[in-house]
């Protein structure tokens, strides 16, 4: 069973950067990266690191203030993300899993998940 631990979420002010971290335990599946549930609100995909073309993907909206990098040997993802709004309030899973492209930004394409870490952006 692989296990997700994330790290780095906290409380920062709008505008600010953050980086949150993931580990994987093993190395079995084929893309790594986050997803968010903001408060009231149903869980949302933010960006994926697809090792199967070795390349990242992005929900649109954050495209362009959100960066995933990673590093495969150390089975780890971070998520870089600039110019935090208050509406990035959220807990940030990572999540891991084995989706083919056209499915890698639906939740249910991922077996795996981490607990959560929780951003909070104040205005």
Known sequence: QVQLVESGGSLVQTGDSLT?????????????????????????????????????????????????????AKNTVWLQMNSLKPEDTAVYYCAAGDPILTTLKRETSYKYWGQGTRVTVSS
């Open 20 to 72: 949150l971290s993931c580990v994987a335990s093993e190395r079995n599946f084929r893309a790594m990266g986050w997803f968010r549930q903001a408060p009231g609100k149903e869980r949302e995909f933010v960006a994926v690191w697809n090792w199967g073309n070795n390349r990242p993907y992005y929900a649109d909206s954050m495209e362009g203030r959100f960066t995933l990098s990673r590093d495969r």
